[in-house]
């Protein structure tokens, strides 16, 4: 995406009439349209769509933008935002000792596959603070206290609030957030659970995967809820096992599953092709 | 799709406004759009757009409504059709002596999973005649004479002007058709070639696949055109094999997804979510 | 395998000089091994084999091999079978109104791509029988009497007692076993549910997907045991879903995805390459 | 595989009593088999086997090892090797400008996933210099000379004369070896080709792709031999894309397959776990 582009993400009641005017309003400030999605979920009569604007072809910012969408919004009561690709968005990234997961993010975003900022990576351990500074980046170590779990969360907490984070990507963090944390920043936490979920939820899934004799083992990108591992789910994928695979087998493949599946769930989020819609997802890959 | 719909499939030049216009004329006709996708191919700059309608919504003719979309697809220089669902598309099957693509669109169709009639399936074997009769479907037998091919396709062709098929499925027919016959119906013939293409063009894709020491065989459901093998890909799919499978073992393993790649090519041209560019295709899945 | 083999199938405590002995054994009869595999599950200490002897290469009868074998079996404390191909399996097929699974086991058994006896197939409904009968097989109908179960189970019981199956089908059979027939057949009872197990055990796991919002939806070759859809895992595997998919398209969808796993499952059962241990299974594909 | 291993490798042609020699033999010795694997080649009448053993239940050097076995490899005519998983293997990677596949190894190597030393990474360019060295490892900058190939490749093959490497990964090194390398280092020539071998050989294989339309692009990890894209194929995978995928989108979406699968090959190669018969290969994964 080498050129400036404004994205447009709707969602609203369903009725006659709003792909009309949204397009019209868009053809009518000469807006080139350069890639365009949109849904009708039948179940709830709701309706979800997304634009892409070369922002060249508006010639004017996109204030004025807003300002001139605005009534469309109002008239079909819609919940709306309109980004910059221009504007990168802060990611924070937290992890604990496995690097698998931040070490292929960084590589994404490095190679700027992925484009967005760092204000920092957070971890409990120091295990990846090395790595990390190689990319100059600020790595903030806040110890896991096992005593006192409160004083890390309440360290945390603070430390997100002057990182002002768009995104916080869990990548393997491997604590549960509180509840506080989690609904402050809702629909912006993104977790990678290692296994299919529903199945296998909460501690060492593999080990559960492996107890019940399952042949594919995966791995779930979902949004960070209050409820453990019950968030909107924006991605998954698995890989087949089978019986000569013990748990370090199912590890190390399933490693590869959720890198591909957090960088894949990333790259929707940062383009702002992720609508939630109550505890699912319109995702307009 | 339980209700009546229509389906508006265009190819046009791309340029700003067409959405807005398509859109604006369908809501101002009171047309619900039960699901839609366009898409911009930025090479050729080409636009194609495919809109499902909720008959009901219309309360007219789809006569009428092609005589009042007309100015609009005028103005755009657009190719375009409107197809109604109430009238199924006529597929002929012509098959050969292996049963399983035949049997499984035979399924679908029985099952009412695919929606079609069938004025006949055509083959130059016996061999699939009772099962095919089972279904009360007539069974045209027209033997092929490998001394005088040209007899065998003039009948193939009588047959087919008699039958005025809308679409022409090769489910493992085994024979290439002549150019005329496949310039009689551009567009319209499916085939099922056991290998992934362009990779094991021509006969026997399985004794290549396994001489090249591949570890994935694949199947591919293209367009027939004049040229062996080489028409607008709709559908390709793969299954991993091994050391341990032999030619069986490939023929075993090819042919499930050789029918399951038929059948979702057929179900996505059967829907009019195929549309043709060149030599490729855009398929609104 | 065109030629008649006989089947090894051991499971025993491991410990060093099982291969010599089995292998020295062999060779010194002068079996010709067309196929072989072992695996030493490490936690429980425990080993398993499968060898597939040309039947020719032994120039006697399967009786004498086991004769022959058996002081081998006692010093190593084994679980052992030997089959062989020329003697089909009887399989028992149950279904219920639904088509897919059934005919696609159908079409492989008369393709004879999967070799194996039917002595009945038996339903709770009519539909299916006229396209069983077409086959020249019995179709027993126990119609299910909502109000008492007991009598339908008591007359399925009743007829399996008659048939004597080695192994028993319930290609989407939609009634919960009763434990007695559980009991009857341990490890002969295949089922296929429709859901990536242990996700969505019980009704309607479409339904339970789509409300759960998940991104792949699954299936499940199993064995039966007294515990609802908890028995040993024979082979599973899933098909990829989005927003735009209705319980519908959820349906036909995973109906592609089960009839395979079913086949796949069927297939290693039928050519002895599943071996039970506890609540899992090795699969010597 | 925490602890030591040897690994037995073997190739001959296959007769009765092969696996009771080795088996006994090993027996005899009281060597613990953590994993055997063996398979006949039907068509060429070829055997294969690979055996780990546990290294302490010897008792004794591998070079005895070697003795004592060398007999009954004589016997059987077998090409043969025994490797200790103590020794690791020393592996020079190649790369060119572009990072995925190299991170994605380097990655594997740092958190011992795959085990191997590194004599040095050698590159055309210097993109990947500062990365490499974070590492604490050799970067051979081999400048290419667009005019005069032949220095460029003689100031490489003096390089690798004095590495003494035991395997060469080209992990996308985007340049031809000469005919005299790639003889020097037969069966240790690793590449990652970017397309479903053999469909699309040569350069620019994204670009064949798109140019072809196909619906899925893949990546083939082979041996290098003197013919282009020719050599014995160990691993290959695909991806599914779309018409909305532009050419960097397959590019984008290659990279992630084209690591995975260059990694598993290499996980293969590094286990002993590949034997090369003719072109194709036997993987006991």
Chains 1, 2, 3, 4 share one sequence.
């Not at 709707?10 to 949204?22: E, F, L, N, Q």
């Not at 690097?99 to 960084?106: G, T, V």
């Not at 409160?150 to 609030?161: E, M, N, P």
């Amino acid at each position: 995406m080498p050129e400036d582009s404004f994205r447009l993400v709707i969602s609203c009641p369903d009725r006659v009439g709003i792909v009309a005017a949204v397009s019209s309003f868009l053809a009518r400030e000469g807006g080139l349209i350069t890639e365009a999605n949109h849904y009708r979920d039948p179940e709830s009569n709701w309706f979800f769509m997304r634009q892409v604007i070369d922002a060249r072809s508006l010639n004017y910012p996109v204030a004025l933008l807003r300002e001139r969408f605005s009534p469309i919004a109002s008239e079909f009561s819609m919940e709306w935002r309109i980004t910059e690709t221009a504007i990168p968005k802060k990611v924070v990234l937290m992890a604990s000792r496995q690097a698998h997961c931040l070490s292929d993010i960084l590589y994404r975003w490095r190679s700027k596959e992925l484009v967005f900022d760092i204000p920092a990576v957070i971890s409990n351990h120091l295990d990846l603070q090395s790595y990390v500074q190689w990319h100059n980046l600020d790595y903030l170590h806040i110890a896991a206290d096992s005593t006192d779990k409160s004083k890390h969360f309440s360290a945390l907490s603070d430390s997100l609030t002057q990182l002002k984070p768009d995104i916080i990507v869990l990548a393997r963090y491997m604590q549960i957030l509180p509840s506080d944390i989690c609904s402050r920043y809702p629909g912006q936490i993104l977790n990678i659970h290692h296994s299919f979920l529903p199945a296998f939820v909460g501690a060492r899934p593999y080990h559960q995967a492996a107890a019940r004799g399952v042949k594919l083992i995966g791995a779930t990108c979902h949004y960070v809820t209050e409820e453990l591992d019950a968030g909107p789910i924006i991605e998954q994928d698995v890989v087949r096992i089978n019986h000569h695979d013990s748990i370090d087998d199912l590890i190390r493949k399933g490693k590869d599953v959720e890198k591909t599946v957090l960088a894949r769930g990333l790259r929707y989020h940062l383009e702002d092709r992720v609508l939630i819609h109550g505890n699912k997802t319109i995702v307009f890959e």
